[in-house]
C-alpha cells in the first residue's frame, strides 16, 4: 500500500481530490462504505470493478455494461 497524496481532513470533513479518485480508476458514479477505521469507495459500475482482473476475453467494456445491466434487469 502506498502513501496517499490528494486529499484534506478539515473540520468540515474530508475532501478527496478527482485526480486521485482519476489514478484509482473511480471516474463514475461512486458508493462510499464506511466502517470502523476503513472507508470503501467503489465504482457503481461493473466494468470499472472488473477492469484490470479480466484479461484475455472477447468481451468488450460495452458487451460489459450490457450484460451488467442484463443482470439487474435494468
Not at 477505521?37 to 477492469?51: A, N
Not at 476475453?57 to 443482470?71: F, I, Q, R
Amino acid at each position: 500500500m502506498e502513501d496517499v497524496i490528494g486529499y484534506e481532513l478539515t473540520k468540515k470533513g474530508l475532501t478527496i481530490h478527482h485526480s486521485l479518485l482519476e489514478r484509482a480508476g473511480l471516474e463514475s458514479d461512486l458508493d462510499v462504505f464506511a466502517k470502523d477505521h476503513t472507508i470503501i469507495i467503489k465504482s457503481r459500475s461493473m466494468t470499472d470493478r472488473v477492469r484490470g482482473i479480466v484479461k484475455k476475453t472477447p468481451l468488450t467494456v460495452e458487451k460489459l455494461d450490457e450484460l451488467y445491466h442484463t443482470s439487474k434487469g435494468v
